[in-house]
């Protein structure tokens, strides 16, 4: 059974987080120079309220790579996923470019150093070069890249196959240099109630397919909220060239299993509340009325 949404709900949030955006971009565009140091800080805050005002609470399983930039590589279920990788990884993200033009979304993502590629035509060459020099010089800032692998975002019920022709611009490290790639996996498995988001009700919080933007966000701002589960897997250390293909599909099966132990851990504990739930009394017929057996 799909759980109740509120059109209140929908419109003050909504109207909640456009006000949080206008303050958050103008508050994050004003530090140049001197304050520059602040917008890591701002971009944190912004992240937090923008998924918080969604009803959004975040579980985290396993460790982000600390000891360096990393080219981060997820599977991608919805817009979500933005601010609450962007909470928990100092990285700047790559989208693809018609995010650019996007009210709103697109004039954040151009602030915060999104890096815009062209995912049809015969570009491949020119991006892979920019791609390269986007992540020597965010790894020379002390940031990382955020690549969404499927190249589109799915319904969350699995991982689509990752494009390795986004892995080809770490499959050649420079001579005597090592890269980082860390797989997450992200995952909406709960509902606020603890209930799971299976079925049809992943398409409450996941954005895929025809789904329009303004439609689904007022359908996902109208309900309680959910949770989201993000699983930071082993690194993988690239010292030596290697095949992307091979790298790709080493990176797709860590984020696969971590999506399928957050559905699975929703299911059990959803069994198990069940289990102890108590079950209402039976009045026996037999007995005086107010007499519980």
Same mark, same amino acid.
């Given at each position: 059974?799909?759980? @109740? ?21 103008? *508050? ?64 700047? $993200?790559?989208?693809?470019? +018609? ?48 690549? $969404? ?25 420079? +001579? ?10 992200? /995952?909406?498995?709960?509902? @606020? ?38 699983? $930071? ?17 080493? *990176?797709? /099966? !860590? ?6 132990? /957050?559905?699975?851990? /929703?299911? !059990?504990?959803?069994?198990?509340? *069940? ?9 026996? *017929? ?8």
């Amino acid at each position: 059974m799909t759980p @109740a949404s509120s059109p209140l709900r929908a419109g003050a949030r909504l109207l909640a987080f456009l006000l949080l955006n206008v303050a958050m971009i103008v *508050a994050y565009a004003v530090c140049l120079g001197p304050l520059r140091p602040w917008r890591r800080p701002i971009q944190v805050v912004w992240s937090k309220a923008c998924y918080r005002l969604a009803g959004i609470t975040v579980r985290v399983v396993g460790d982000a790579y600390r000891a360096g930039p990393a080219l981060t590589v997820a599977n991608h279920v919805s817009y979500l996923d933005i601010p609450i990788l962007a909470a928990l990884i100092d990285a700047a $993200f790559v989208a693809k470019r +018609e995010v650019a033009a996007w009210p709103l979304f697109g004039t954040a993502a151009r602030l915060t150093g999104t890096v815009f590629v062209n995912r049809s035509g015969g570009e491949a060459m020119s991006q892979r070069q920019e791609l390269i020099r986007r992540l020597a010089t965010a790894s020379a800032e002390g940031r990382g890249l955020i690549l $969404f692998a499927e190249g589109t975002s799915t319904d969350g019920s699995g991982v689509a196959p990752f494009k390795s022709s986004l892995f080809s611009i770490v499959e050649r490290p420079p +001579e005597g240099s090592r890269l980082v790639l860390q797989p997450v996996s992200i /995952a909406y498995p709960r509902y @606020a109630d603890g209930s799971a988001l299976t079925g049809e009700r992943r398409a409450l919080y996941c954005w895929f397919g025809d789904a329009g933007l303004m439609a689904h966000m007022w359908r996902m701002m109208s309900m309680k909220g959910a949770e989201a589960e993000v699983r $930071f897997h082993p690194p993988i250390v690239i010292d030596a060239p290697v095949h992307r293909k091979a790298l790709a599909r080493q *990176a797709e /099966a !860590a984020v696969a299993a971590g999506v399928d132990a /957050a559905f699975a851990g /929703a299911t !059990a504990d959803a069994a198990n509340a *069940a289990e102890r739930s108590p079950v209402e009394p039976i009045r026996s *017929a037999r007995v005086p009325a107010g007499v519980w057996r």
